[in-house]
């Protein structure tokens, strides 16, 4: 992403931003990577599902975290 493009917001849509962020790093971020650890204990990584869905979770959130 070009860090000196400029990107303009209502007070209103900077509010929205912010609380998602507050989500993602306070409720959903701390979830995934909990059920990441727990699917990691199950074993085999290559045939677990829900460790390959919660990293994908985990990869999303962080990506969003980054935009």
Request: proline share 1%; glycine share 6%; no cysteine.
């Amino acid at each position: 992403m070009d860090n000196n493009k400029k990107i303009y917001l209502t007070k209103e849509g900077l509010v929205e931003l912010k609380k998602e962020y507050d989500e993602l790093i306070g409720i959903k971020r701390p979830d995934v990577l909990a059920r990441v650890t727990q699917a990691r204990n199950m074993g085999d990584l290559a045939e677990n599902a829900e460790y390959v869905a919660s990293r994908e979770e985990l990869t999303f959130i962080d990506g969003r975290m980054m935009s």
